[in-house]
Antibody, heavy 115, light 107 residues
């Protein structure tokens, strides 16, 4: 069955970077793109960006341009999402999502930005 | 970006009640809309995709429909395990956007 298993929670200081991984299984990794979505505590969802796993093309939310990078490692069927220059507003649960119509979500990774 | 306006933000209903949530898209998104259920501390669970298709394994009391840019999500007979927050989300184009969520509580 399709599974997306994300890395564990992180606590980072303001200005630091965080890299979240999303290890997939149960399907052909290069056949589906990966989206990243985040949810701040008690808030709704914010789409962050998309990576075409087949060719590596990316599209990011405009306000995150320059601070976020999405990559993949086809050899391990894993997607990665890095956010740099973290601020308190980046505290959120980060999700990787496969596909769009019948979407599969990872379990989420809590990133806490705290001094 | 496409805006998704979801209402109500919260509702209170009794077991067995019919519950209806609506989402309006700011422009045509065809049928590219999903409905999710989220319980505390959990990832969202896909219930409906393509506006009206029931995801495998989801109870038949959940349904969705579309009329132009207006989308409706219905629970035909509310059960205690349905207490959660429900979100609509379009995937017609990037960026995806989500409704603000509807918190469903038991009366």
């Amino acid at each position: 069955q399709v599974q997306l298993v994300q890395s564990g929670g992180e606590v980072k200081k303001p200005g630091a970077s965080v890299k979240v991984s999303c290890k997939t299984s149960g399907y052909n990794f290069i056949s589906y793109g990966i989206n990243w979505v985040r949810q701040a505590p008690g808030q709704g969802f914010e789409w962050m960006g998309y990576i075409n796993v087949y060719n590596g093309d990316t599209q990011y939310l405009q306000k995150l341009q320059g601070r976020v990078t999405m990559t993949t490692d086809v050899s391990t069927s894993t997607a990665f999402m890095e956010v740099r220059s973290l601020t308190y507003d980046d505290t959120a649960v980060y999700y990787c999502v496969r596909g769009q119509r019948v979407a599969y979500w990872g379990q989420g990774t809590l990133v806490t930005v705290s001094s | 970006d496409i805006q998704m306006t979801q209402s109500p933000s919260s509702l209170s209903a009794s077991v067995g009640d019919r519950v209806t949530i609506t989402c309006q898209a700011s422009q045509d998104i065809s049928h590219s809309l999903s409905w999710y259920q989220q319980k505390p501390g959990k990832a969202p669970k896909l219930l409906i995709y393509d506006a009206s298709n029931l995801e495998t394994g989801v109870p038949l009391r959940f349904s969705g429909s579309r009329s132009g840019t207006d989308f409706t999500f219905t629970i035909s007979s509310l059960q205690p395990e349905d207490i959660a927050i429900y979100y609509c989300q379009h995937y017609d184009t990037l960026p995806w956007t989500f409704g603000q969520g509807t918190k469903v509580e038991l009366k």
